[in-house]
């Protein structure tokens, strides 16, 4: 029996200040963020779905909502898609600017295949798995849609994929509103296709 689990990274946030926002309430949909979203629900709008769920952010329930709408379904949420915990979380972080500049934050990069700022990433691909588990079984015969984060979704993939998940951030292949799809006969994965229904972005740019 074919079942198919779309993990969907939320569109663009507002974010003016360029912090890392993380888990911090309260970051919602650009403009462009909302238009993306409502794209990738007409990309899904004559696809199986069966279910519909996401992380508690609200940038992924904002992401999500369309989607549950054109298929008259209730949207569910899963702490287990979640965004991926970090030290830094409401600080900027580019290189050469922000927190990684003071000494005191220094102590924090030394393991980089953990990671030691943040999350252990075997924890992120254990508990996104369990979600999508979750949402296989809910859905199964059908699709379901999983709103989730960029890392978490680039975390799982690499694990479900038998590669390293320390990586550098400037390749992921997980654009804002994107769908990683798994692909599953019974329990069993057996491919994963990527799209970007709304266009690509540049893993180069913060938050994108």
Known sequence: MKTVVHLLRHGEVHNPTGVLYGRIPGFMLSERGQKQALTVAEHLRDHDIAHVVASPLDRARQTASPIADSHRLELATDERLIEADNKFEGMKVSVGDGALRSPEHWPKLVNPFRPSWGEPYIEIAHRMLGAVQR???????????CVSH?????TLRRFLEGKRMWHDP??????LASLTSLVFDGEQLVRVVYTEPAGATNPRVTGA
Not at 150 to 154: H, K, S
């Open 170 to 175: 400037r390749r992921r292949e997980c654009s």
């Open 150 to 154: 960029q890392l978490p979704i680039w």
């Open 135 to 145: 949402a296989r079984a809910t859905a199964e015969g059908h699709e379901a849609v």
